[in-house]
């Protein structure tokens, strides 16, 4: 069984560009929630989709944007590349959207705003 | 709105030795809880989950948390430190996503483990 993918492993963008991350979600997952990782602190929570929609999201401005795919994959957008958008980006799978289902973690993106 | 403490930021123990993280949680319904561990330049690996039950639960890496009600706390808890134990260590708070109806998880900022040999 595959685990949670996501490429590229690391990133380097100026201010003001735009990126893209993907993010293969676990066989059977159909629940993607992507979280930024700064340096020294704690995952916090972006957004999550469930079976292509966006199903809720966190205290980030509208220019973090996703997708998620018919196969479940899923793509982080950040246009206006500012500095403090440099960080780990994780993308976690999960089988359902529930409180009780385990979010699994891919290994991340870094990213490095100049 | 929930939200999670780890007060140690850094702990140093050799290898050997019992470890104990502490973990604070504040969240108004009953909480399901997480024990992360994430390696350097690494994602997350779950470590232990609780949901409900038995306030005991044992994890992989001979790992084990107390939930304890009374006191807000989930500390993670191994008797014997290997030096491959040596990492980050995150404890976590499942929630409903107050924006739509899926759950997210809520970290704290983490606690850094170093073994001594």
């Known amino acids: 069984e595959t685990g949670v993918t996501q490429s590229p492993t690391h990133l380097i963008k100026t201010r003001g560009q735009q990126v893209t991350l993907r993010c293969s979600s676990q066989?059977?997952?159909?629940?993607v929630s992507w979280y930024q990782q700064a340096l020294g602190q704690g995952p916090q929570f972006i957004f999550q989709?469930?079976?292509?929609?966006?199903?809720g999201r966190g205290n980030f401005p509208p220019r973090f944007s996703g997708l998620q795919f018919p196969n479940y994959s899923s793509e982080l957008n950040v246009n206006a590349l500012e500095l403090d958008d440099s960080a780990l980006y994780l993308c976690?799978?999960?089988?359902?959207?529930?409180?009780?289902?385990?979010?699994?973690f891919g290994p991340g993106t870094r990213l490095t705003v100049l | 709105a929930q939200s999670v403490t780890q007060p140690d930021i850094h702990i140093t123990v050799s290898e050997g030795a019992s470890l104990e993280l502490r973990c604070n949680y504040s969240?108004?319904?009953?909480?399901?809880l997480f024990w992360y561990v994430q390696s350097p330049g690494q994602g997350l690996q779950l470590l232990l989950k609780?949901?409900?039950?038995?306030?005991l639960v044992q994890g992989i890496k001979g790992f084990e948390a107390e939930f304890k009600r009374s006191q807000s706390s989930f500390n993670l808890r191994k008797p014997s430190v290997h030096w491959s134990d040596a990492a980050e260590y995150f404890c976590?708070?499942?929630?409903?996503?107050?924006?739509?109806?899926?759950?997210?998880?809520?970290f704290g900022t983490g606690t850094q483990l170093k073994v001594e040999l």
């Open positions: 976690a799978s999960s089988l359902r959207a529930g409180a009780t289902d385990t979010q699994y």
């Open positions: 066989s059977g997952h159909n629940t």
């Open positions: 609780y949901f409900s039950g038995d306030t």
């Open positions: 976590a708070v499942g929630a409903p996503i107050l924006t739509g109806g899926g759950n997210k998880l809520t």
């Open positions: 989709y469930y079976r292509e929609e966006e199903n």
């Open positions: 969240y108004g319904a009953t909480p399901y």
